[in-house]
T-cell receptor, first 114, second 116 residues
């Protein structure tokens, strides 16, 4: 079974621009979560989607948004990029919508904001 | 709220040495506990998990036991290899009250370097 895929793997953007990152979960997984990883803050939860609905959201400004499609693929969007948005963005999928379950991570998208 | 604390790193060992990475947690209810590993330039890989007290998760020679009395989930390996060099993250998932869907809470990570 194919793993979680994320595109693109690397991205360089300029302050003030916006960016869209894509995530395809493992086949059959309906829950997709997004995380931001930085050296200073570690791994921080952005949001989770299940059946096209955002069920949970972390403590990030409204510039960070996401959506999920009917095939469970998900995108996250960051508008008005700031230098501090430079990070590795990780997507993870889970096989179950309820309860505490393990998540399977993609390779991440490395975003650099200049 | 939920939180995870890992031992301060980095950890440097010689090949075949014994490894312990400490992890303690704070959570209400009965969280599930995980160890993930991240190799350079890659995402996180699930190493092992435990879903209830006294469960022992194991994989690739690594073990961790869910200790509710001490709120701990320490990672151990009897004989490390150079290929074990990576960053290790302890994490918990807790859906108590139905408010933490899809959220893993991570520790800060521990860098492990194994020398030949």
């Amino acid at each position: 079974k194919a793993g979680v895929t994320q595109t693109p793997r690397y991205l360089i953007k300029t302050r003030g621009q916006q960016v869209t990152l894509s995530c395809s979960p493992i086949s059959g997984h309906r829950s997709v979560s997004w995380y931001q990883q930085t050296p200073g803050q570690g791994l921080q939860f952005l949001f989770e989607y299940f059946s096209e609905t955002q069920r949970n959201k972390g403590n990030f400004p409204g510039r960070f948004s996401g959506r999920q499609f009917s095939n469970s693929r998900s995108e996250m969007n960051v508008s008005t990029l700031e230098l501090g948005d430079s990070a590795l963005y990780l997507c993870a999928s889970s096989p179950e919508g309820h309860g505490a379950r393990e998540q399977y991570f993609g390779p991440g998208t490395r975003l650099t904001v200049t | 709220g939920n939180s995870v604390t890992q031992m301060e790193g980095p950890v440097t060992l010689s090949e075949e040495a014994f490894l312990t990475i400490n992890c303690t947690y704070t959570a209400t209810g009965y969280p599930s506990l995980f160890w993930y590993v991240q190799y350079p330039g890659e995402g996180l890989q699930l190493l092992l998990k435990a879903t209830k007290a006294d469960d022992k998760g194991s994989n690739k020679g690594f073990e961790a036991t869910y200790r509710k009395e001490t709120t701990s989930f320490h990672l151990e390996k009897g004989s490390v290899q150079v290929s074990d060099s990576a960053v290790y993250f302890c994490a918990l998932s807790n859906n108590a009250g139905g408010t933490s869907y899809g959220k893993l809470t991570f520790g800060q990570g521990t860098i492990l370097t194994v020398h030949p």
